[in-house]
């Protein structure tokens, strides 16, 4: 069988040559050898042998030994002697020591040099991918240039020059066709650390994309003077972004636009022609809403702070340019402001107002059994609820115009009767459905809440532990969904309910909502960081919009 010789200077040669080429330490590289030629010597010598091998960082020479360890009662004879045996080639060899027998050099045969390239493939390939992720771990949020590697059904390969992206085909914007060799930019979304190694997953909708690229284009965005606070898109088609100014001397929407438009161009060309509307960034809610609906015209805004649901009422001519194609515009707007924005024109304003007003009207006409006029009064004054008339101040009640103090008391006892008996009958029905009292005890369940859930057959403290918030928030077919619970409110509850039922400690509930908010500010944290420095002070929001 023909035999390898490697030379000891070639040995360092090769290990310099594929540090260099690979990008990873020397050290490593040699190592690997080590573990090469430690592995054939094993083969040579028998696997169950403690055999070791070790390069000269220097000299480049060879070294290969046997280890033997010494103990006091012998368990293995292949690697183990006695002290007494151990005197005999060591005199002043104690329990523990470790005695090492000099092996000659082996000659590496086809198969032993072929294992042995296995396996210093391998380290370098983990010691590279290592590398890798040690490089881009810190760049999330980043944009980078690469170069389309390969596309397979829709994923795009990017090579990023030391190492490769992965594109999936919903990170890639609609409609754009990249081929092999096409230069690409894109975000670095995420950097994790898989089975096959470190994956660098790439994205061309996500939001940041879009910011980043105004701030590569948009020198103002750069230096912190202007601040993209929001960006909604529908990749490929258009975009709205939300910029404020710190420097009253400057339009920040003027500043991104460019001159002639060409700052936004810039970002428009990258982006295969997506349409991005400028909007200016305003505290007042009202006020941002507008803007966020350009380039339609606002004729009035209601907004619901609690639900963040809002009623946009607009001329009949803006009604389908506020709306947009398939609805894009006030979608857009609707995740830019994180608002539920509902158009509708002034007519249809005015039929669902009226409505409103009678459904009121014909509340207070039954519970506090009361005329027309009276409930009518109740509802221009703002009344919406039984509890508000229950529980105002008397002299409140006895403002209202053709109110006195004593029909105000009236009322405010008419109403807590009609609570009282609406709670008994509830309390009734609850115990008629099986809900037990300890789920009624709950903190948090109004006796309606806990009649729906024993409609739908959560009836003890157990069932309601064993839910999961969207049982109780989803739009569809939640159980609570018509009484505005929001998932941080169920998820709590639920909670809560574990603990109350002995599924998990106090202590266990208080760790895991601690982690959760450390994590989630370590989220935030790193948003932050990647955004365009600290808001030092607002500017009032110029009036015009730009778009492109």
């Not at 994956?199 to 940041?208: A, E, G, K, M």
Request: with cysteine; hydrophobic share 40%; proline share 3%.
């Amino acid at each position: 069988m023909e035999a390898f010789a490697i030379t000891r200077t070639d040995m360092l040669n090769v290990a310099d040559a594929v540090a260099r080429e690979k990008g990873i330490e020397r050290e490593l590289v040699l190592e690997a050898m080590e573990q090469a030629i430690q592995k054939a010597g094993r083969s040579k010598y028998g696997h169950e042998h403690d055999i070791r091998a070790s390069i000269d960082r220097k000299s480049g020479e060879i070294l290969l030994a046997r280890y033997l360890t010494v103990v006091e009662e012998i368990e293995d004879e292949i690697t183990q002697l006695t002290v007494d045996q151990a005197k005999a080639k060591k005199p002043d060899a104690a329990v523990g020591d470790e005695l090492v027998d000099p092996l000659p050099p082996i000659d590496f045969g086809r198969i032993a040099a072929q294992t042995a390239k296995q396996v210093i493939v391998q380290r370098v390939r983990e010691a590279e991918r290592e590398r890798q992720y040690e490089e881009y771990k810190d760049r999330v949020g980043e944009v980078v240039n690469g170069i389309v590697k390969r596309v397979e059904f829709g994923n795009v390969t990017v090579d990023l020059g030391r190492a490769e992206g992965m594109m999936r085909r919903d990170e890639s914007i609609p409609r754009e066709h990249l081929k092999r060799g096409d230069r690409v930019r894109a975000l670095i979304m995420d950097v994790r650390q898989e089975q096959r190694g470190p994956q660098i997953f790439l994205s061309r909708t996500h939001p940041v994309f879009m910011q980043r690229l105004f701030r590569q284009e948009v020198p103002e965005i750069y230096d912190g003077v202007i601040e993209v606070r929001r960006v909604a898109r529908d990749p490929g088609s258009r975009a709205k972004i939300a910029v404020i100014s710190y420097d009253g001397s400057i339009d920040p929407v003027g500043a991104c636009v460019g001159m002639r438009g060409s700052r936004v161009q810039a970002v428009v060309a990258e982006l295969q022609g997506e349409k991005i509307d400028i909007i200016p960034w305003s505290e007042d809610e009202a006020t941002f809403i507008v803007n966020a609906l350009a380039p339609a015209e606002v004729a009035k805004v209601v907004l619901d702070e609690e639900t963040r649901k809002v009623d946009v009422v607009v001329p009949d001519d803006q009604l389908s340019l506020a709306i947009g194609r398939r609805g894009q515009n006030v979608r857009l707007a609707s995740i830019l402001t994180e608002f539920d924005i509902d158009i509708m024109t002034e007519e249809q304003e005015s039929e669902k107002r009226e409505l409103e007003f009678k459904q009121r009207s014909e509340k207070f006409m039954t519970a506090l059994d009361v005329d027309d006029v009276i409930a009518r009064l109740l509802v221009t004054e703002g009344f919406t609820e039984i509890d508000e008339v229950a529980f105002v101040p008397v002299d409140e009640l006895a403002a209202i115009e053709g109110f006195d103090e004593e029909v105000g008391q009236e009322l405010r006892n008419r109403a807590r009767s009609f609570l009282d008996e609406e709670r008994a009958r509830l309390d009734k029905e609850r115990v008629e459905l099986g809900v037990t009292d300890d789920l009624a005890g709950t903190e948090g369940l109004t006796p309606e809440m806990l009649v729906a859930l024993g409609q739908d057959g959560v009836k003890t403290l157990e069932d309601f532990a064993g839910l999961v918030a969207d049982e109780l928030t989803a739009s569809e077919d939640g159980i609570l969904r018509t009484f505005g619970m929001d998932e941080d409110t169920a998820t709590d509850l639920i909670m809560n309910a574990r603990v109350a039922v002995g599924w998990i400690t106090q202590e266990e509930l208080d760790a895991q909502r601690a982690a959760e908010a450390a994590a989630e500010a370590g989220e935030e944290a790193g948003e932050e960081a990647g955004e365009e420095g600290e808001a030092a002070g607002a500017a009032p929001a110029p009036e015009p919009a730009g778009a492109a």
